[in-house]
């Protein structure tokens, strides 16, 4: 005879989390008097309020009763019980099945250990990008083989103005054509998927003006997923060489996405770090 283990039910579920997040809060945080409380935590009256809720309602919440919670209502508790995004998340999967809908945040660069990882790829040129393409980190083998991101100003680190304005990237794309046009219809659906429809608009436009091969290809509104594949490149030094390039989500941090570009022969991983190497010796 086997052991069931029980699961419990989604509203038991999400009424257990509310009230252990409730139990961690301290009240004295909130200017809260401290003396008299039966349970560590929020009450569930000031929880409701902080949330501007009924307290009613949201005690019915905690007791596993009333239909399901609005998109609105979680997000405000949420708020009041200062969850974080992984915490907010999951929230929302408990309530209403389903994760919440993005919010974009701009990204204020990454962390020390995550350039670690990038600079331990030595012969596979990786960047970090942004929801709206701007390369916000990367290794040597990108600096020699891509684009020296470090010469540029922040503001031109951008993928999609690399590939509409500058000649040297342009000229060492195999199919310049069917680059673009890929580009494009990944960095839209990034974008929207990141929720940061509104943050690329000053991009479009000013690219628009700039670029009629752009505003074209924007018309069309494609979309395709990055994924994987492979690239192609003309090397003033290496002359071509071919890439296996992948593209990984950032964990906890969708506002990132990593891009590594393996090189799809030894011989060519070799000449990058010969590249590499003879950067660091003129750079020294």
């Known amino acids: 005879m086997t052991n069931r283990i029980e699961t419990p039910a989604p509203r038991d579920s999400l ?87 993005v919010r974009y945040a701009k990204s204020e660069g990454v962390t020390p250990r995550l ?15 942004t929801a709206t393409w701007d390369v916000v980190a990367w290794n040597k083998a990108a600096a020699a083989v891509l684009t020296d991101y470090g010469a540029l100003p922040p503001e031109q680190r951008n993928i999609l103005r690399l590939i509409f304005g500058d000649p040297r990237v342009r000229e060492a794309q195999f199919d310049w054509d069917s680059v673009a046009r ?29 670029s009629p091969e752009f505003a074209r290809l924007w018309r069309e509104n494609d979309v395709r997923h990055y994924g994987e594949g492979v690239k192609r490149l003309r090397h003033p030094v290496l002359g071509p060489i071919a890439f296996e390039y992948s593209a990984f989500a ?16 030894a011989e060519d991983a070799d000449n990058i770090r010969k590249l590499v190497a003879a950067r660091d010796v003129s750079a020294s």
């Open 15 to 101: 009424a257990t989390y509310l009230k252990g997040r409730r139990a961690r809060l301290n009240p004295a945080d909130f200017g809260l008097p401290t003396g008299r409380r039966r349970t560590p935590g929020l009450r569930r009256e000031e929880v409701a309020q902080r949330a501007d809720i009924s307290a009613t309602w949201y005690t019915w919440l905690e007791q596993g009763r009333g239909g399901a919670p609005s998109a609105d209502v979680l997000d405000r508790i949420a708020r009041a019980l200062l969850l974080t995004d992984v915490e907010r998340e999951h929230l929302f999967l408990l309530g209403l099945g389903r994760p919440p809908e």
């Open 182 to 210: 890929f580009v494009v219809a990944a960095f839209r659906a990034d974008a929207a998927r990141a929720g940061a429809g509104a943050e690329v608009q000053a991009l479009v436009e000013d690219l628009s003006r700039t």
């Open 250 to 265: 950032v964990d906890g941090r969708p506002d990132l996405g990593l891009v590594v570009y393996n090189p799809a022969t």
């Open 115 to 129: 350039q670690r990882v990038l600079d331990a790829l030595e012969a596979s040129p990786a960047l970090i990008r």
